[in-house]
């Protein structure tokens, strides 16, 4: 039973990247998905989470309008699309599985989480 985040790598201001947090061992449809990230001496920020039902997903004011959540049931994926980037969004992200999004950024509150992926943004 695993959960992995990927597709993290270096990118220009302005540019875009997508970010996957892939599930082995359950189904993630079964569960909200958060996003967090953790930058170099700063505590770990909530991004982004992803409920069950059909609600929309919610996210973070310093994402809002440049970042988008979404569910690939048949991939077991949930995707982070990730445009607009800017130098301050550089970090590591991780995704983490709980029964509703809550808004937390205590990781260890979540039911399951895995390794992060690096995201640096840098001209």
């Known amino acids: 039973v695993q959960l992995q985040a990927s597709g993290g790598g270096s990118v220009q201001p302005g540019g875009s990247l997508r970010l996957s947090c892939a599930a082995s061992g359950f189904t993630l449809e079964s569960y909200a998905i958060a996003w967090f990230r953790q930058a170099p001496g700063k505590e770990r920020e909530w991004i982004s989470c992803?409920?069950?039902?059909?609600?929309?997903?919610y996210y973070a004011d310093s994402v809002k309008g440049r970042f988008t959540l979404s569910r690939d049931n048949a991939k077991n994926t949930v995707f982070l699309q990730m445009n607009s980037l800017k130098n301050e969004d550089t970090a590591v992200y991780l995704c983490?599985?709980?029964?509703?999004?809550?808004?937390?950024?205590?990781?260890?509150?979540?039911?399951?989480w895995g390794q992060g992926t690096q995201v640096t943004v840098s001209s």
């Open positions: 983490a599985s709980d029964r509703r999004c809550t808004g937390s950024p205590t990781l260890e509150l979540y039911i399951r």
């Open positions: 992803i409920p069950t039902d059909d609600d929309r997903p």
